[in-house]
């Protein structure tokens, strides 16, 4: 894994998740937006080997906090957990088709949106009226825009996906 690459590309999607700039795409129901960093969370978690997806699962998660998180460590704590657990179906599960991608997207961001929520609400904070309809939109919105955004991803990391191979 290239650490230096992998800090530069977290910090640089952390700070456009936290713009104002993914709000231009944001579908209008619920205002819901795609989670980048829980995009490269199942990212890294297919595409690396198992140490490394829990290292990051993990600092994606403190990133998740910084940008996005209300409470502190609940982000950290559910991208953590779910990010090595996604890890570790992985060494049982070829996760290498798009629908699978998608589907292992949507499954981790409502898991992770709901003990994020749980979370929260133990250190009696809140953030939205309507959590589940708001992490089902993200969670619907996340994973129709992560298999696309799983390219840049590959490239910018030099990670070779044999997308194009035959098998």
Request: aromatic share 14%.
């Amino acid at each position: 894994m290239r650490w230096v690459r992998f800090a530069a590309f977290i910090s640089l999607v952390a700070v456009l998740q936290a713009s104002l700039l993914l709000d231009i795409i944001a579908l209008p129901p619920f205002r819901s937006k795609p989670n980048l960093l829980l995009i490269l969370l199942v990212f890294f978690a297919i595409h690396s080997n198992t140490t490394n997806a829990i290292i990051t699962s993990f600092a994606i998660g403190f990133a998740a906090d910084i940008s996005i998180g209300y409470t502190m460590g609940s982000q950290t704590i559910s991208f953590g957990l779910f990010g090595t657990a996604l890890a570790y179906l992985h060494r049982v599960i070829a996760i290498r088709k798009i629908p699978y991608q998608a589907l292992a997207i949507f499954i981790t961001a409502f898991m992770t949106g709901t003990l994020a929520h749980f979370l929260a609400l133990l250190r009696g904070q809140s953030a939205v009226s309507n959590v589940y309809s708001a992490l089902l939109g993200t969670a619907l919105y996340s994973a129709v825009v992560g298999p696309v955004f799983f390219l840049p991803a590959a490239w910018f990391m030099r990670i070779k996906t044999h997308r194009l191979s035959r098998r």
